[in-house]
C-alpha cells in the first residue's frame, strides 16, 4: 500500500504563485513515478506533470510547460508541483498518483494506482 497526501492548495489571484506537496508513505520503494493531476468541475481529471522518482525525467502538461516545475526530494518521499503565473483556468482540485508498474506511461491516468484526497486550488482574476 501507499498512502498519499496532498497540501499547499489555496486561493491566489491570477499571476500569483502555489506550491503543493505530496508527502509520500507505505510502501515508497514500490513506485516508479509520481504524477499532478486536476480536475475542474464538469471536466475530466487531466495530467498535469510526472516525475520518474529514478533517474528524475519529468513529463508536463503542455499548459503546464513554463509556468510549473514538478520536482522530488528522495530522503523525504515528497513530491512537489511548484506552480508560477497561475491562471484562472489552474482552478481546478489537484491530486497527486503514484504508479507502481515499471514502463508505463506518465502521463496517462489509467497508470496510476494510488491517488491522494486532493487539494483545491482557486485561481481568480
Do not use: H
Not at 16 to 33: D, E, H, I, K, Q
Not at 40 to 67: N, Q
Request: aromatic share 12%; with cysteine; hydrophobic share 35%.
Amino acid at each position: 500500500q501507499v498512502q498519499l497526501v496532498e497540501s499547499g492548495g489555496g486561493s491566489v489571484q491570477a499571476g500569483g504563485s502555489l506550491r503543493l506537496s505530496c508527502a509520500v508513505s507505505g510502501r515508497t520503494f514500490s513506485s516508479y513515478a509520481m504524477g499532478w493531476f486536476r480536475q475542474a468541475p464538469g471536466k475530466e481529471r487531466e495530467f498535469v506533470a510526472g516525475i520518474r522518482w529514478s533517474g528524475g525525467s519529468t513529463f508536463y502538461a503542455d499548459s503546464a510547460k513554463g509556468r510549473f516545475t514538478i520536482s522530488r526530494d528522495n530522503a523525504k518521499n515528497t513530491v512537489y508541483l511548484q506552480m508560477n503565473s497561475l491562471k484562472p483556468e489552474d482552478t481546478a482540485v489537484y491530486y497527486c498518483a503514484a504508479d507502481i508498474v515499471p514502463s508505463r506511461k506518465v502521463p496517462d491516468v489509467r497508470s496510476y494506482e494510488y491517488w491522494g484526497q486532493g487539494t483545491q486550488v482557486t485561481v481568480s482574476s
